[in-house]
């Protein structure tokens, strides 16, 4: 996106970045408080979750929608 779209991104893949937020926040809440640190109101947020079910995402989706930011989210399911 950001070479061929010209759109600033950032993931938070990163090892070091998770580890860091999840030792001072808790695991649960590492996303939340990473976004605090990242996030303009702009921002369009993209979720992938297999599950659908990760509380660090559910927090995440939870804050975005407490702060009037502009989201998505991809997610699995159960098969029935």
């Known amino acids: 996106m950001t ?3 010209n759109i600033e991104t950032i993931s938070f893949s990163n090892d070091n970045l998770i ?3 999840s030792n001072d926040y ?3 809440n590492w996303m939340k ?3 605090k640190f ?3 109101k702009k921002d369009f947020v993209i ?3 297999v599950s659908g079910k990760s509380k660090n995402i ?3 989706i939870k804050f975005c929608n ?3 930011i502009s989201h998505f989210s991809l997610t699995g399911h159960k098969k029935k």
């Open 38 to 40: 990242y996030i303009n």
């Open 19 to 21: 580890t860091c937020f």
């Open 26 to 28: 808790g695991f649960n």
């Open 66 to 68: 407490k702060n009037k």
């Open 47 to 49: 979720f992938l979750s």
């Open 58 to 60: 559910i927090n995440a």
């Open 3 to 5: 070479k061929n779209a």
């Open 33 to 35: 408080k990473a976004l």
